[in-house]
């Protein structure tokens, strides 16, 4: 369903927190669900100034009326008590999170999805003050959620497959890749692959191999497009020819193993990063996101089309 | 230069090696140059038949005229006598390289650019039977090079700045992103990277938190159209709001950390080798790579009319 189409849908949605990530997940419901079945809870003194503000900045065309609608409240049990779907982005902080899930379980209907956005903090640390803890699932979205597709269904053990099947159908009939996580690990999938790379980023800009600049030309012209449309298992596996990734390893996992071998071991806080800091800053100054975005999305639209 | 309009170039450029890299130069080179001025040198006894039927694959449309109009030998001498170019992807062999380059210097003109695609064998140890060492330099593309555009330029310390110059000006002319690496390192900058991310990758599918096919899915949703766009640095220069990268690394450095502290290290041949290649066989048998490279090409096209 595009955002330009009248939205139908009975789920009634509580945003907990209006940061970034939650305005953009605001902004991505907002095409499947009315305004008015919305609420955004938070306690800046300023909500409804910053979200009048800030969230058309996340539409494609900006709709003020539509944002005009929106439920806002300060008061959490109100802003819970008739949710189908209660999702939280506040404070990466367990105190806060476990705290705030006991409020949120003896306010909320009993059959609300209550999902956490954090990137960090697993549903099993963040439900000790639950009652009935099958009920809360992490649901990490890629910043921003109104554009990118992955949502990281990552469960405790606690958690009930019941969550899990309604969670998965929600996002996928919003269109949208919710992947299950089978285990709860340190940061979940995409930020470990994702900051495996950079590790390796890291130490070959220390090392003077290539500027931080040069490092991005060459992710955005090759294994950006390339993972785009296929992940590395896929490309891998192609690129063994008719042995597949058995094929891949035969032929060069001598190279690979040898990468491995000499790859770097920097770690944060080592006295790399004032170079690099300033590298980026040289480099791109402020980035304007909202043109990263617009492409963004034409590439998703162009995998899509070709897929 | 589309590939349907008349090539004009004064390059003659000779391939060693048909492979598939080999090939896929081939039709790179046709959209520029005429293909009168384009001979490759293989031994293989069935050259021209393998030529005609292979090489129209990479071309988008097929062009079987043009194709039949390249010069053909496996007589390595005379293949390169009028080149000013000779590109090399022979076998991934010591003895092999340092012998071909000795051939080649013998009889390619003095001021011949001499390139190899080499994806491990650095120019330094490739060059040792040459006289003129300041004459090669490693050109290595990612695959397939007639669609993704990066060329890592990695010079031996004796290649002279007037030979990078003048293939730094081949590629930018052709439209293409050579990227100069500064020192000479263990599977150059790209694969470095992409293996960074698979050995993680390999770790999280061993352990069982996701399937193989669930992770390319991961990546295909999240960090690879985000890279197609913006590479590592960059985006999280951006995700770091006012205060860039450094923002970035307050914000999370200590999740980044937690995460390279709990990173797998797999190593090839350890025995998780068989139940991988299985899943990636059930998951993708025989992968279409030509759909892969058209949906490639639209994700490039994408990014360049929207940067």
Known sequence: MSSSSTPKDDSRITIVGAGTIGLSFVALHLQFTPPENITICDT?????????????????PPRHSIVSAINLTSDLPSAVKNATIVQEQG????????????????????????WSSTSGIVASAQN?????????LV????????????????????????????????WRDRGREPVVIKK???????NR????LLRESIHLVNEGVVTAEELDTVV????GPRWAVAGPFKSYHAGGGARG????????GGTVQGCWDDGGKVNVGEGWEDALFEQAEEAYGWVDTGKRDRATKRVLEAVREES
């Open 91 to 114: 404070p990466e902080n367990l105190a806060f999170k476990s705290k705030i899930w006991e409020t949120i379980e003896a306010h909320a209907p009993k059959d609300a999805l209550l």
């Open 128 to 136: 000790v003050n639950m009652k009935d803890k099958t009920r809360l």
């Open 184 to 190: 709860e690990c340190t940061g979940f999938v995409a």
């Open 245 to 252: 990734l058995r094929g891949f390893f035969e032929n060069i």
């Open 193 to 196: 692959l994702a900051f495996a």
């Open 220 to 223: 955005e012209t090759s294994m």
């Open 139 to 170: 649901v990490h979205p890629y910043n921003p959620p109104h554009i990118m597709p992955l949502l990281e269904l990552v469960p405790s053990p606690q958690t009930s497959q019941a969550v899990i099947d309604q969670t998965l159908k929600f």
């Open 44 to 60: 800046r003194p300023d909500l409804a100034q910053y979200v009048a503000t800030t969230l058309p900045l996340y539409q494609s």
